[in-house]
C-alpha cells in the first residue's frame, strides 16, 4: 500500500481542530462548548498518531492514549461542574456567568 | 489505500461540521460520535489498531455517553431548541470563521513547505505500545492514574452537592429548604456554600 | 547655683512630656499635681538662681549657659544657650510665679473639664517656651520660644475644639501673628547677613560698632523686628486676634493673653534695644504705635459687654502704654509696667473667671450685678486689680507704673507733649472702662445667685496677686515720692537708664497729681453712669437715643472695624485669587495623570468581560498571531 502522506494527516488534523475552535467561539450553551472542546481533544490526538505513524514508533500511540485519559478526567468533572452551573443560574448560558467582571 | 483515507477523512469532516452546527443537543453528539467513528478508521488505516480501538471503546463508549446521560438528565425541553435558535443568529459566525480559516490557512502553509513525509508504513500493535508504557512512559501512566483518581474525587463531591439540593427542591419539602441548603459544619467552604446558599434564595 | 539655670525651663517641658505621654491613663489628681508642681519647681529655681543672681553677680553681670550645639551649617552654629542678666531675671521671676499661680488656680477652675490632662499639658508647654524664649541666647533659639508660645496660645484658644468658632479664634490668631512671624524671621535673615551670627549679644556689640545711626540696614532690621513684636503683642495693625482670642478658657485668658505672651514683644524691644536706638525712625514708630494703639484699644473697651473682651482690648491698651515707654527709651519703664501688668491683669482675668463660673457661664456683664455679698473675696480682690488697672494714687502699683512711663514720655528726648497728652486720655479712658466693668460686674442687687463658689486653690492666687499689685510698685519710687529707684538701678546694666535732660522734680510732681486727679474723674464718671440702678440705667439709654452717639458706640464696639476692613481688602482678595487659580495648568498636569489613569482602566476592563467565550476567543487569536510569527520568522 502506498503511504498516506504525513501532512495531509496533520493538515485533517488542524481542520478538525478548527472546526472545534469555531464550535467554542460560537455556541453559548455550555453543553455544545465542551463538546467542542472533546472535538479539539479529538483532533491533537489525531495528529499525535499521525506523528507516530510517521516515525514507526509506539510514542504517538502512547500520547494519544493519555489525552484520552486526561479527556475522561476534564469531562466528569466539567459536567459535574456544568450541573452545578445549571442548578444556580437555571440556564445552560455560558455568559450567565460572568460576574468576575473587570 | 489512499482512497479510503481521504473518504474517511471528508466523512469527519463532514460530520464535525454537522456536530457544530445543529440546535438539539442529542444530535450534536450523536453526529460527533459519527466523526469518532471515522477517526478510529483513519487510526486504523494507519497502522495503529491498538488506539483505534481504545477511541471507539473510551471516547466513543464512554465519554459520549457520559455526555448524552447529562443531556437527558438536564432535561431540557423544546424550548431549549428555540433559545438555541435564537442564539445561533448568521452574524455570529462570520468572526470566528474568519479566525479559524485564518489560522487553517497558516497551518497548512507551515506543512506544505518541506514535501511529504510517507506515514503508515508499519503497523504498531498492542504490544510495542505496552512494552512503550511499561518502559519509557512508566511516570505518565502513575501521571495519569493519579489524574484519573482527582477526577474522579472530584466528580463525586461535585456531584453530590448538586444532588442534595436537589432532593431539597423536589415538592413538599420546601419548608426544609433553609434547614438543607445550609451546609454541614463539616463542608468545604467557599463555592459549594455559596451553590447551597444561592438554593436557598 | 547660677548652673541651675538650665532647669527653669527644662522642668514645664518634662512636666509637658509626662502628661502628653501619660494621656487618659494618669488620674486626674495626677495630672493637675505634675502639671502644677512642673511649674512650681521652675519658680522655686527661677528663684534660687535670681537670688544667687543679685546676691553675688558674675563679672559682666551676666551668665550664660551653653547645653549643646543646634545645629551646625558652615559657618552658621546656634547653640541652646541660655542667657541671664538683668532683664532675663525679671522676665523669669514674673513669669513663673505668675504662671505658678495660675496654674493653681486652674487645679480648681477646670476641674470639671474632659480635657483636663491636656490642658495641664499644653499649659506646661507654653510656660517652657516662654521660659526659652526670655532665656534665650540666641535669635535662633528665641524664635524656637516664640513660634512655641504662638503654638500653645492656638491650641490653648481652640482647646474646646468641638466647637467651631473657636478654632476660627484659634486660627485668626494664628494667621494674624504668623504675619508678624514671617516679617521677624526676614528680620533675622538681615542680621545673619549682616553679621554672620545669631548671638543677641554679638549682635548688639556689632551694630553699635559697624552701624551708624540712621544707616539704611539697622532701620530695615529693626523695623522687621518691630513687624514681629507687633503681631505677637496685638499693636496696631495686627490687633485683632486678641479680643477674639477670649474664646479660650479664662486662665489661659489670664496667661497667655495678658500677663505673658503678648509681652514678649516688649522684651524682644527690650532686649535689642541697641538696634532700635540705632535705628530712630523705627523707635518713634513704636512710641506712635504704642500712643494710637492705647487710644484705640481703650475707647473700644468702653463699648464692650463681655467681660473678658473688656479686658482683652484693656490688656491691647495697656501693651500700648508699654510700647510707648520702648519707643521714647524708657527701657525699664516699660519692664515696670510690664511687671505690675502681668499681676493686676492676671488678678482681674482670674477674678472674671470666679464670676463667670459661678453664674454659670455668664459673660454679658450687664446680666450681672450684686455679686458683692455672694463672692467677698472676689469682689475686694477684683476692687483691688480695678484701683490698681487705673493707676490709683499712691496705693497701688499700677499708679507707680504708669506715672512712671508718662513722666518719661514727658521728659524724655524722643517723647513729645502729645504722646503724652495721649497716654494721659488712655489713663482716663482706663479708669472709666475699668470702674464701668467693676461696678457692672458687682454693684447694685443680685439678678442671680451664683452656683459655684471659689474653693480655696482658687482664692489663695487670687489673694497673692492681689497683694502684689499693692505692693509690686514700691520697687520704684519716683523722686517726688521717696526716690529709691531701685528697679531702674538693678536693671541699668542691661537697660540703660533714660537720660533726662530738660525737666525737673517740680514737673514731675505736677505731672504725678494730673495723672491721679484723671484716674480719680474717672472712677466717678463710670460712678455716675454704670452701676446697676434703673436711673443709670435710664441715664445711658438717653445717651443712646442719639443717632450720632450710637452710631459712634456702634464703631468703637466692633473694635473700628478693623475686621471689617482687614475681611474687605485682604482676605475677600487673597480668597478670590485662589479661587481663580484654583483650575490652573499645573493642577492640570496633575489632575491629567488621574484622567490618563482612569480612561486607561476602563479600556482595559473592557477587555474583562467575564464571559469565557471572549477569553476563548483572545487565545484563539492570541495563537494565531503567534504561529504567525513564528511562520514568518
Redesign the interface.
Known amino acids: 500500500?502506498?503511504?498516506?502522506?504525513?501532512?495531509?494527516?496533520?493538515?485533517?488534523a488542524?481542520?478538525?481542530f478548527?472546526?472545534?475552535?469555531?464550535?467554542?467561539?460560537?455556541?453559548?450553551?455550555i453543553?455544545?462548548?465542551?463538546?467542542?472542546i472533546?472535538?479539539m481533544l479529538?483532533a491533537a490526538?489525531?495528529a499525535f498518531?499521525?506523528a507516530?505513524?510517521?516515525w514507526?514508533?509506539?510514542?504517538?500511540?502512547?500520547l494519544?492514549?493519555?489525552i484520552?485519559?486526561?479527556?475522561?478526567?476534564?469531562?466528569?468533572?466539567g459536567?459535574?461542574?456544568?450541573?452545578?452551573l445549571?442548578?444556580?443560574f437555571k440556564t445552560?448560558d455560558?455568559?450567565a456567568?460572568?460576574?468576575?467582571?473587570? | 489505500?489512499?482512497s479510503i483515507?481521504y473518504i474517511l477523512?471528508a466523512v469527519?469532516?463532514i460530520s464535525?461540521?454537522m456536530?457544530?452546527t445543529r440546535l438539539n443537543?442529542v444530535h450534536?453528539?450523536l453526529y460527533?460520535i459519527v466523526?469518532?467513528l471515522s477517526?478510529a478508521l483513519?487510526?486504523f488505516?494507519?497502522?495503529?489498531p491498538?488506539?483505534a480501538a481504545?477511541?471507539i471503546i473510551?471516547?466513543a463508549g464512554?465519554?459520549?455517553v457520559?455526555?448524552v446521560f447529562?443531556?437527558m438528565?438536564?432535561n431540557?425541553g423544546p424550548q431549549?431548541i428555540k433559545q438555541?435558535k435564537e442564539?445561533?443568529s448568521s452574524d455570529?459566525?462570520l468572526?470566528?470563521?474568519i479566525?479559524?480559516?485564518i489560522?487553517?490557512i497558516e497551518?497548512?502553509y507551515i506543512?506544505?513547505q518541506h514535501g511529504?513525509?510517507?506515514?503508515?508504513?508499519?503497523v504498531?500493535g498492542p504490544k510495542?505500545?505496552g512494552?512503550?508504557?511499561f518502559g519509557p512512559?512508566v511516570l505518565?501512566v502513575e501521571l495519569?492514574s493519579i489524574?484519573?483518581l482527582?477526577?474522579?474525587i472530584?466528580?463525586y463531591h461535585?456531584?453530590r452537592?448538586?444532588k442534595a439540593?436537589?432532593t431539597a427542591k423536589s415538592p413538599g419539602n420546601t419548608k426544609d429548604n433553609e434547614k438543607n441548603a445550609p451546609s454541614p459544619p463539616f463542608s468545604k467552604g467557599g463555592?459549594s456554600n455559596e451553590?447551597a446558599e444561592?438554593?436557598s434564595q | 547655683m547660677l548652673e541651675l539655670l538650665w532647669l527653669v525651663p527644662s522642668l514645664p517641658f518634662a512636666g509637658f512630656l509626662i502628661l502628653a505621654l501619660s494621656g487618659h491613663r494618669l488620674p486626674a489628681k495626677s495630672a493637675a499635681f505634675i502639671g502644677v508642681i512642673s511649674v512650681g519647681l521652675s519658680a522655686a529655681v527661677a528663684f534660687i538662681v535670681s537670688y544667687s543672681f543679685i546676691v553675688s553677680p558674675p563679672t559682666g553681670y551676666s551668665y550664660t549657659q551653653v547645653l549643646w550645639t543646634w545645629l551646625q551649617v558652615g559657618g552658621f552654629a546656634p547653640e541652646i544657650a541660655f542667657y541671664l542678666d538683668v532683664l532675663s531675671v525679671v522676665m523669669i521671676l514674673v513669669v513663673t510665679f505668675v504662671s505658678f499661680f495660675i496654674h493653681l488656680y486652674s487645679v480648681e477652675f477646670m476641674r470639671d473639664d474632659e480635657g483636663y490632662r491636656r490642658f495641664f499639658a499644653y499649659m506646661n508647654l507654653f510656660v517652657g517656651s516662654m521660659l526659652t524664649l526670655v532665656l534665650a541666647n540666641n535669635l535662633v533659639l528665641l524664635y524656637l520660644g516664640w513660634e512655641g508660645v504662638g503654638l500653645c496660645s492656638y491650641l490653648l484658644i481652640g482647646f474646646w475644639y468641638k466647637d467651631p468658632a473657636n478654632g476660627r479664634a484659634a486660627i485668626k490668631a494664628f494667621v494674624v501673628t504668623r504675619i508678624g512671624d514671617a516679617s521677624m524671621a526676614v528680620g533675622l535673615f538681615l542680621l545673619f547677613t549682616a553679621f554672620g551670627t545669631l548671638q543677641i549679644q554679638q549682635i548688639l556689640h556689632l551694630a553699635s560698632q559697624h552701624w551708624p545711626v540712621g544707616s539704611a540696614l539697622a532701620v530695615a532690621s529693626a523695623a522687621l523686628l518691630l513687624g514681629g513684636a507687633v503681631g505677637k503683642s496685638a499693636q496696631l495693625p495686627l490687633q485683632t486676634w486678641l479680643p477674639d482670642a477670649m474664646a479660650g478658657p479664662t486662665p489661659v485668658s489670664a496667661l497667655i493673653h495678658a500677663a505673658t505672651m503678648v509681652t514678649a514683644g516688649v522684651y524682644l524691644i527690650a532686649r535689642t534695644h541697641v538696634l532700635f536706638t540705632l535705628a530712630p525712625p523705627v523707635q518713634s514708630a513704636v512710641a506712635i504705635i504704642g500712643a494710637v494703639t492705647l487710644l484705640l484699644a481703650g475707647l473700644s473697651a468702653l463699648t464692650q459687654r463681655d467681660i473678658k473682651r473688656v479686658l482683652a482690648y484693656s490688656t491691647i491698651s495697656q501693651i500700648g502704654y508699654m510700647f510707648l515707654a520702648l519707643g521714647v527709651g524708657a527701657w525699664s519703664a516699660a519692664i515696670f509696667h510690664f511687671m505690675t501688668h502681668a499681676f493686676f491683669k492676671a488678678l482681674l482675668f482670674l477674678g472674671a473667671g470666679v464670676v463667670i463660673l459661678g453664674l454659670n457661664q455668664e459673660h454679658d456683664m450687664f446680666k450681672m450685678g450684686g455679686l458683692r455679698k455672694q463672692l467677698p473675696v472676689t469682689f475686694w480682690t477684683f476692687l483691688i486689680g480695678s484701683a490698681s488697672l487705673s493707676a490709683l494714687p499712691l496705693v497701688t502699683a499700677g499708679f507707680y507704673s504708669k506715672d512712671m512711663i508718662l513722666w518719661q514720655v514727658w521728659a524724655s528726648d524722643k517723647g513729645n507733649v502729645w504722646l503724652w497728652a495721649a497716654g494721659l486720655t488712655g489713663a482716663f479712658l482706663t479708669s472709666i472702662y475699668t470702674f464701668r466693668m467693676f461696678f457692672l460686674t458687682f454693684s447694685g442687687d443680685a439678678t442671680s445667685q451664683v452656683s459655684r463658689k471659689p474653693g480655696i486653690i482658687m482664692t489663695i492666687p487670687l489673694i497673692t496677686l492681689a497683694v502684689l499689685s499693692l505692693i509690686g510698685g514700691l520697687v520704684e519710687l519716683p523722686e517726688t515720692l521717696g526716690n529709691s529707684p531701685l528697679l531702674t538701678d538693678f536693671l541699668h546694666t542691661a537697660l540703660p537708664p533714660l537720660a533726662i535732660s530738660h525737666a525737673d522734680l517740680s514737673a514731675e510732681g505736677n505731672l504725678q497729681f494730673i495723672t491721679s486727679l484723671i484716674a480719680l474723674i474717672g472712677i466717678i464718671f463710670a460712678y455716675r453712669y454704670f452701676l446697676h440702678s434703673p436711673q443709670h440705667t435710664g441715664r445711658r439709654e438717653k445717651i443712646m437715643q442719639n443717632p450720632i452717639a450710637f452710631a459712634v458706640h456702634c464703631f468703637l464696639f466692633q473694635g473700628w472695624n478693623f475686621d471689617l476692613l482687614y475681611d474687605k481688602f485682604i482676605v475677600q482678595p487673597f480668597l478670590w485669587i485662589a479661587r481663580v487659580n484654583k483650575n490652573d495648568f499645573i493642577d492640570f498636569i496633575y489632575k491629567g495623570i488621574a484622567l490618563l489613569s482612569r480612561a486607561l482602566n476602563r479600556s482595559?476592563?473592557?477587555?474583562?468581560?467575564?464571559?469565557?467565550?471572549w477569553y476563548?476567543?483572545g487565545i484563539?487569536i492570541g495563537a494565531i498571531i503567534l504561529i504567525g510569527i513564528v511562520e514568518l520568522v
Open positions: 500500500m502506498t503511504a498516506i502522506p504525513m501532512e495531509y494527516g496533520l493538515i485533517l488542524g481542520i478538525l478548527s472546526l472545534g475552535l469555531i464550535g467554542v467561539l460560537v455556541r453559548r450553551n453543553i455544545f462548548i465542551l463538546l467542542s472533546e472535538i479529538n490526538g489525531l498518531v499521525v507516530g505513524s510517521r514507526g514508533q509506539p510514542d504517538g500511540q502512547v494519544f492514549i493519555f484520552l485519559t486526561m479527556a475522561a478526567a476534564e469531562v466528569s468533572v459536567l459535574a461542574l456544568v450541573l452545578q445549571y442548578h444556580k445552560l455560558a455568559d456567568a460572568r460576574k468576575m467582571r473587570g | 489505500m489512499n483515507f477523512s469527519a469532516i464535525t461540521v456536530a457544530i443537543a450534536a453528539l460527533f466523526s469518532l477517526t483513519i487510526f488505516v494507519l497502522g495503529a491498538f488506539v481504545l477511541e473510551i471516547y464512554a465519554i459520549m457520559l455526555f447529562v443531556v438528565m438536564l431540557l431549549a438555541e442564539w445561533l455570529m459566525w468572526g470566528p470563521v479566525l479559524s480559516t489560522l487553517i497551518l497548512i506543512l506544505i511529504r513525509q510517507p506515514s503508515g508504513i508499519i504498531i510495542q505500545v512494552i512503550a508504557l512512559y505518565g495519569a489524574l484519573l482527582a477526577g474522579l472530584g466528580a461535585l456531584g452537592r448538586a439540593v436537589e463555592f451553590i444561592g438554593e | 482595559f476592563s473592557f477587555t474583562q468581560s467575564g464571559k469565557v467565550r476563548a476567543m484563539a
